[in-house]
């Protein structure tokens, strides 16, 4: 059973920029594609980012152009640059293969605030 590790989050001012990492315990690389998600307080999960086994990404709307994602499949691990961060970009950002089969992580928790 794959786990999932994130890790990354902190608190930064409006403007900066993070880092987050995914590291799974076993092989992602049968997965076809793996994304980012994160749930804002009072929210739903909601899907931002996502990377194919081919390297071609996509972006939600609200990330675009501000948010990299990018994997290592030699390390299992799943990235999210983060630059030009807004308030409305805090939350408890997860990874997970798109479409959801492995079970959640603990999360990472981002806050942007002055």
């Known amino acids: 059973q794959v786990q999932l590790v994130e890790s990354g989050g902190g608190l930064v001012q409006p403007g900066g920029s993070l880092r987050l990492s995914c590291a799974a315990s076993g092989s992602i690389f049968s997965r076809n594609a793996m994304g980012w998600y994160r749930q804002a307080p009072g929210k739903q999960r909601e899907l931002v980012a996502i990377?194919?086994?081919?390297?071609?990404?996509t972006y939600g709307d609200s990330v675009k152009g501000r948010f990299t994602i990018s994997r290592d499949n030699a390390e299992n691990t799943v990235y999210l640059q983060m630059n030009s961060l807004k308030v409305e970009d805090t939350a408890v950002y997860y990874c997970?293969?798109?479409?959801?089969?492995?079970?959640w992580g603990q999360g990472t928790q981002v806050t942007v605030s002055s």
């Open positions: 990377i194919f086994s081919t390297g071609h990404t």
């Open positions: 997970n293969a798109v479409p959801v089969d492995i079970p």
